[in-house]
């Protein structure tokens, strides 16, 4: 899938870490090898993710910089980190991702607000902060995470070889998701949510791919007709398409139309639909005012 619900990066790690492992070393400063000469500072799009910061995260830790050019904090965070980042001597790496220009790679990691900063090593997430950070705080927490991960690194100084340690249970929904069992990997994922509620990694994971299996379920003509059922399949459909404005506006419309039993079914369709994009994102704020106003 791609656009706000997307899956991709699930599937990217457990490739990634594949190619990494598969791949011949590349000469020394082209760049894009464990020797090249990897840039302090770089720019990331939806499409570079992959290659830049995930594949890139095995050789060396990679700090996200998530930010906006409408968001003040981020003009006082970015500076002092792109200057320490250039001060590191290759310790770490910053790349810096523009969410109104790459607003699915937010949406992947769950971030509500800007800026924020993940760490990022061997294809997985493994620290964030939010907020505008002192340069002497945000040493200290890259130093903690270094003397956690840094000699998992190919890249790093005094790196070993070998894997970091990571969460079995993740490694084998990760791997179920890159071969195509949808249900195996939801299975997985409900384990381990069920396990850690706090997990909001596994829980956006659950979501997103319940939401999946239940769009692609459905059977030819399920959508036809002018009931509830088949509105909230077109819903679903719409959603899948990348057209979740006109999912959300179909469903406030049947919220007005009908009442008890049935306009409950609808409003709780809409909420979960609402729940698979950032809570910040324009057409879930304008769709939640919507509904609020037809309820009351």
Avoid at 158 to 180: F, I, M, N, T, Y
Avoid at 209 to 215: D, G, K, M, S
């Amino acid at each position: 899938m791609s656009g706000a619900v997307d899956l991709s990066v699930l599937k990217e790690r457990a490739e990634a870490k594949q190619r990494a492992a598969q791949a011949p070393a590349s000469p020394a400063g082209d760049g894009s090898g464990a020797g090249g000469a990897i840039p302090a500072v770089f720019d990331v799009t939806e499409a570079s993710f992959e290659a830049d910061v995930l594949v890139r995260s095995t050789q060396v830790l990679v700090l996200v910089d998530l930010w906006a050019t409408w968001c003040e904090p981020c003009k006082q965070l970015s500076p002092t980190l792109e200057a320490l980042a250039e001060g590191a001597n290759g310790a770490w790496v910053l790349a810096k991702v523009d969410i109104d220009e790459n607003p699915r790679i937010a949406q992947a990691f769950g971030v509500q607000s800007v800026p924020t900063v993940i760490a990022i090593a061997d294809g997985q997430p493994v620290a964030a902060f939010q907020g505008v950070q002192s340069a002497a705080q945000i040493n200290g927490w890259v130093e903690e995470i270094l003397a956690k991960v840094g000699g998992s690194l190919t890249g790093a100084p005094g790196g070993s070889e070998g894997p970091a340690p990571v969460d079995p249970r993740v490694e084998a929904a990760e791997a179920l998701l890159a071969d195509g069992d949808i249900d195996g990997a939801l299975a997985q994922y409900r384990e381990i949510n069920a396990a850690e509620p706090g997990n909001t990694e596994a829980a956006l994971a659950v979501r997103n791919l319940e939401f999946l299996v239940r769009a692609q379920g459905y059977a030819p003509g399920d959508s036809e007709g002018d009931g509830v059922d088949a509105r909230l399949v077109r819903a679903d459909g719409m959603v899948l398409a990348q057209q979740q404005t006109d999912a959300f506006d179909l469903l406030i419309e049947t919220v007005k139309q009908t009442a008890g039993d049935e306009r409950d079914r609808v409003r709780t369709r809409l909420l979960e639909l609402l729940q698979l994009f950032d809570p910040a994102d324009p057409d879930v704020v304008a769709a939640r005012r919507k509904l609020a106003r037809a309820l009351y």
